[in-house]
């Protein structure tokens, strides 16, 4: 019972210490007495068979003592991974579990000689309760404890987070922030907003409206590994990517809003040079920046294009899948991980027989995948993916650091064979409301190759300035370019930036004062 939640403990922790049937069957007697009031206590004690308090005293409900060892291993077994520490050291363990939607307090007795732990029900006395386990001790529980929280059944709690939906959509905002103990809150042009009149929700409601919605796949991978990742839709109105968590005040969501259509490069404002790149039949094409950074939506773009101009078979493989694409003048494959595939690694490696021409992997996760896409973008195919890094130098690091040292020489030729472009961008504020992105482009010619075959990253950069009229940029020349368009303020270009010395030099020799905080030449 992981955290405290399973079902089963009566049946699963005993018998994994391999107790008799009959103490098996007393403690069901002890939990039976406990949520009927019969019994006020269970007391557990080395070297002592099980026992509960009872109005006329304490009475021994098995007959087998515990030792100590078999004592830490069942309380190890109801705790969460958390508390799993203290319960090995036998100190101070405290914590909350629930049985059959019954919260009980695990406690030590700390003046106790022996190891001696007591539970009972717990009562919630409110936030200030000075016998309340304190963080995600008690909270780590199943969505499944309360399948729909407060709400009468699943149609009403999948309504509830679908008026929140449709407010997130309404009011253009890129995400909404489900957390316990606050409102709703969403992410508005780069701001959080809590949403006015929306009363603080709780741990159980969050997991009833979630749960509602959250595919059976997902519900076992919560209660596993109590993170998951999913996509809703609301017909007509949009997709979501929906990150469910927890945290240590309890469930917890952050909701990302996907158009239910896909965007074009004329709308985001993708370069001809970055637009030429969908013309290439083989090669590795990076698009990188740090989470919420726009990388998915510039990927839809560029997918799209392709989808527009050619007649290739396009495979795409999500985590979960945001945009939707249907095969225009392509045909497209749409797997997400989890569902059609089990991993990045498997469907990357599978989809060399499934005859592509072009390959988006959503995420290079790891030194397999990485390996993988780039054998693939060598051997005639073209490859997008995405990393969370903020320039193109530190990609390029990145792709190579992963790798053990007596393979990186061989990585960075396939590298300067394979990798044709990178581009790194980052969401910044507009003046007025929403947010644009800021691009640095990398654009691999003969010179950069060289450079990445040799070991020399550091002086990209300087090939990005020298060759703009290729169509490369720095990070920093597209933020003052947003500046100069009036889009951006400079303090929001400043606080953008990477390299912040030299922004702040470029916006004040072009007349753009700065008031931002450490921005002093």
Request: net charge neutral.
């Amino acid at each position: 019972m992981a955290g405290g939640d399973r079902s089963s403990f009566a049946h699963g922790s005993l018998c994994a210490l391999r107790l008799p049937v009959n103490a098996v069957a007393q403690l069901d007697r002890v939990l039976t007495r406990l949520e009927s009031g019969a019994a006020s206590q269970v007391l557990l004690e080395a070297d002592a068979p099980i026992r509960c308090m009872t109005t006329t005293g304490l009475v021994a409900v098995t007959q087998q003592a515990m030792t100590r060892q078999q004592l830490l291993t069942l309380v190890g077994e109801v705790a969460a991974p958390e508390e799993r520490e203290s319960v090995a050291a036998a100190t101070a363990i405290r914590f909350l579990y629930t049985f059959n939607g019954q919260r009980y307090l695990v406690g030590q007795d700390a003046e106790s000689s022996t190891l001696k732990l007591m539970i009972r029900k717990w009562v919630e006395k409110g936030p200030k309760d000075p016998e309340a386990p304190t963080g995600a001790r008690h909270l780590r529980r199943r969505a499944s404890d309360v399948p729909f929280g407060p709400f009468a059944d699943e149609a009403a709690a999948r309504g509830a987070l679908e008026r929140l939906l449709r407010l997130q959509v309404s009011r253009g905002a890129a995400d909404l922030h489900l957390r316990t103990g606050e409102p709703p809150i969403i992410r508005l042009g780069g701001d959080l907003i809590r949403i006015e009149g929306d009363a603080p929700l709780d741990s159980d409601t969050i997991s009833g409206m979630l749960w509602a919605i959250m595919p059976d796949k997902n519900k076992a991978e919560f209660d596993e590994a109590w993170d998951t990742d999913f996509a809703y839709e609301i017909s007509g109105l949009s997709r979501y990517r929906v990150n469910v968590l927890r945290d240590r005040h309890g469930v917890a969501s952050v909701i990302r809003t996907i158009a239910t259509g896909t965007v074009t490069v004329e709308q985001m404002g993708i370069s001809p040079e970055v637009q030429a790149l969908c013309n290439l039949t083989k090669g590795l094409v990076l698009v990188t920046g740090p989470t919420g950074s726009g990388k998915s939506t510039t990927l839809c773009a560029l997918v799209d294009l392709i989808n527009r101009t050619r007649s290739d078979h396009i495979i795409t493989i999500e985590d979960p899948i945001e945009f939707v694409h249907q095969s225009k003048k392509c045909l497209i494959t749409q797997r997400q991980v989890g569902t059609h595939t089990q991993s990045f690694k498997s469907a990357l490696r599978a989809a060399l027989r499934e005859d592509p021409d072009i390959i988006l992997v959503g995420e290079l996760r790891d030194l397999e995948t990485i390996a993988i896409a780039l054998e693939t973008a060598e051997t005639g195919h073209l490859v997008f993916g995405t990393l969370h890094t903020s320039t193109a130098a530190s990609t390029i690091n990145r792709i190579v650091d992963q790798f053990p040292a007596d393979r990186q020489e061989q990585i960075r030729i396939m590298l300067a064979e394979s990798l044709k472009a990178v581009v790194s961008q980052t969401l910044c504020k507009k003046i007025g409301g929403g947010r644009v992105a800021a691009r640095e482009i990398l654009l691999v010619n003969k010179a950069v190759s060289a450079l990445i075959r040799e070991g020399k990253t550091v002086q990209i950069p300087n090939v990005i300035q020298t060759q703009r009229k290729l169509g490369m940029e720095s990070l920093n020349d597209a933020l003052l370019t947003l500046v100069k368009q009036n889009l951006v303020e400079p303090e929001e270009a400043y606080v953008r930036s990477v390299e912040k010395k030299d922004m702040a030099v470029k916006l004040r020799s072009n007349g753009f004062a700065l008031t931002v905080a450490g921005s002093e030449e």
